[in-house]
């Protein structure tokens, strides 16, 4: 019989983040066959305004790919007691051998209210967390006694950068901490894979033959530092006057604000808000870009740094989180400082000028991603922590 584990997560598909992908990729590849499979099952909350199906909604219950979701209303605050109780009811029928966390916070507490109550079932404590640790701290300040439970309670700790690693230890985690870092799907991301035509895009986008094409793609957000990237269009736009358009792939709270700015500094013809592009879209808008710049205040690993460098998209960032993971200066991106326009300018106009480096480094993160970041290899590396718990 397969093993079967339950997993919790604050959202899931059609609402789709990193740690949604991150999900959906590995349950993919870890398919139920005999004995040596898995059976998934996930409690998630219903974020659409209309939950009905037969509105337009997602439905309560239905299976995507390998995982069997149930959704359940209420607000995100109430979201660790209703996911505790539906835990409680649905192991009455499957008897679940493991449960899995998908990050702290909402999806903690309901992990860890389950495991206070069912103490011999392990409980996998999955750290994605993107936002800077004082910020989370702040927003947990009034529970948090309890919220590091949510890290002493786990049987093993799987972690996307060693950034967050140490965060777990530094929570008190007795349990062994692991780290794993997100993936890439190596073949989406690769043109070769593909016929397309990168002149019927940058047609379709207004974009001239002789523009380089900026691309970030960003909830946009304080911590992704947006405002600072188009502070540096505006260095590389007005003041060099490059032939430059930035692509900004994302939506959030700060949109209207990134839009005035962008009028504020007249780059009106430089920049575009495209919104939110399709995981199966994207590569297509990494492919017509010269260079991908995310000028993070803070970043648990960076998926979007990855799947650029998969795309043959050579990466500016900056040195915070776990972006050191996988970056190293000079040889699969190029730093900049953090909130500092005139720096992210500076190594945007090497790629631009430097063809050497810039080959050398796409080679560079084309190989590393290839041989450190392929889904297949973090799929086999969560079955063996699946089958050690």
């Given at each position: 019989?397969?093993?079967?584990i339950?997993?919790?997560?604050?959202?899931?598909?059609p609402?789709?983040?990193?740690?949604?992908?991150t999900?959906?990729?590995?349950?993919?590849?870890?398919?139920?066959?005999?004995?040596?499979?898995?059976?998934?099952?996930?409690?998630?909350?219903?974020?659409?305004?209309?939950?009905?199906?037969?509105r337009?909604?997602s439905?309560?219950?239905?299976?995507?790919?390998?995982?069997?979701?149930?959704?359940?209303?209420?607000?995100?605050l109430?979201?660790?007691?209703?996911?505790?109780?539906?835990?409680?009811?649905?192991?009455?029928?499957?008897?679940?051998?493991?449960?899995?966390?998908?990050?702290?916070?909402?999806?903690?507490?309901?992990?860890?209210f389950?495991?206070?109550?069912?103490?011999?079932i392990?409980?996998?404590?999955?750290?994605?967390?993107?936002?800077?640790?004082?910020?989370?701290?702040?927003?947990?300040?009034?529970?948090?006694?309890?919220?590091?439970?949510?890290?002493?309670?786990?049987?093993?700790?799987q972690?996307?950068?060693?950034?967050?690693?140490?965060?777990?230890?530094?929570?008190?985690?007795k349990c062994?901490i692991?780290?794993?870092?997100?993936?890439?799907?190596?073949?989406?991301?690769?043109?070769?894979?593909?016929?397309?035509?990168?002149?019927?895009?940058?047609?379709?986008?207004?974009?001239?033959?002789?523009e380089?094409?900026?691309?970030?793609?960003?909830?946009l957000?304080?911590?992704?530092?947006?405002?600072?990237?188009?502070?540096?269009?505006?260095?590389?736009?007005?003041?060099?006057?490059?032939?430059?358009?930035?692509?900004?792939?994302?939506?959030?709270?700060?949109?209207?604000k990134?839009?005035?700015?962008?009028?504020?500094?007249?780059?009106?013809?430089?920049?575009?808000?495209?919104?939110?592009?399709?995981?199966?879209?994207?590569?297509?808008?990494?492919?017509?870009?010269?260079?991908?710049?995310?000028?993070?205040?803070?970043?648990?690993?960076?998926?979007?740094?990855?799947?650029?460098?998969?795309a043959?998209?050579?990466?500016?960032?900056?040195?915070?989180?776990?972006?050191?993971?996988?970056?190293?200066?000079?040889?699969?991106?190029?730093?900049?400082?953090?909130?500092?326009?005139?720096?992210?300018?500076?190594?945007?106009?090497?790629?631009?000028?430097?063809?050497?480096?810039?080959?050398?480094?796409?080679?560079?993160?084309?190989?590393?991603?290839?041989?450190?970041?392929?889904?297949?290899?973090?799929a086999?590396?969560?079955?063996?922590?699946?089958?050690?718990?």
């Amino acid at each position: 019989m397969p093993k079967k584990i339950l997993i919790f997560s604050i959202a899931y598909y059609p609402f789709v983040g990193g740690a949604e992908v991150t999900v959906k990729e590995i349950t993919d590849r870890l398919v139920p066959l005999g004995g040596d499979g898995f059976q998934f099952d996930m409690i998630t909350l219903h974020l659409d305004k209309k939950p009905a199906r037969r509105r337009g909604g997602s439905p309560k219950f239905e299976k995507i790919g390998n995982i069997n979701v149930y959704r359940i209303g209420g607000i995100k605050l109430l979201f660790p007691f209703f996911a505790f109780l539906k835990a409680r009811e649905l192991h009455k029928k499957n008897l679940y051998d493991l449960t899995w966390s998908m990050m702290a916070a909402y999806a903690g507490f309901a992990a860890l209210f389950f495991k206070l109550f069912h103490p011999k079932i392990p409980y996998l404590l999955t750290l994605q967390e993107g936002d800077p640790i004082d910020y989370i701290k702040k927003k947990v300040r009034f529970v948090y006694p309890i919220f590091k439970k949510i890290f002493i309670k786990a049987d093993h700790i799987q972690a996307i950068s060693n950034y967050l690693a140490d965060w777990a230890k530094q929570m008190g985690a007795k349990c062994q901490i692991e780290v794993v870092p997100n993936g890439v799907d190596i073949k989406q991301f690769s043109i070769f894979n593909f016929q397309f035509s990168k002149n019927d895009l940058k047609k379709k986008l207004n974009i001239k033959n002789d523009e380089k094409i900026i691309i970030t793609t960003s909830r946009l957000v304080e911590k992704n530092g947006i405002g600072d990237l188009i502070g540096a269009i505006d260095i590389l736009a007005n003041r060099n006057k490059l032939p430059v358009k930035l692509l900004i792939c994302g939506e959030g709270e700060l949109e209207e604000k990134l839009k005035f700015q962008v009028i504020n500094y007249k780059l009106q013809e430089k920049v575009l808000f495209l919104g939110q592009v399709s995981h199966n879209d994207l590569p297509r808008y990494l492919w017509i870009s010269d260079v991908f710049c995310r000028p993070s205040l803070s970043e648990g690993l960076g998926n979007s740094f990855l799947e650029a460098m998969a795309a043959g998209v050579p990466v500016v960032a900056t040195p915070v989180g776990g972006i050191p993971d996988f970056l190293k200066d000079g040889e699969t991106g190029l730093f900049c400082e953090v909130n500092n326009p005139r720096s992210i300018a500076e190594k945007v106009k090497i790629y631009l000028e430097n063809n050497e480096l810039r080959g050398k480094i796409i080679a560079n993160a084309q190989k590393m991603v290839s041989e450190k970041y392929d889904w297949n290899l973090i799929a086999s590396k969560m079955r063996n922590i699946f089958h050690k718990l």
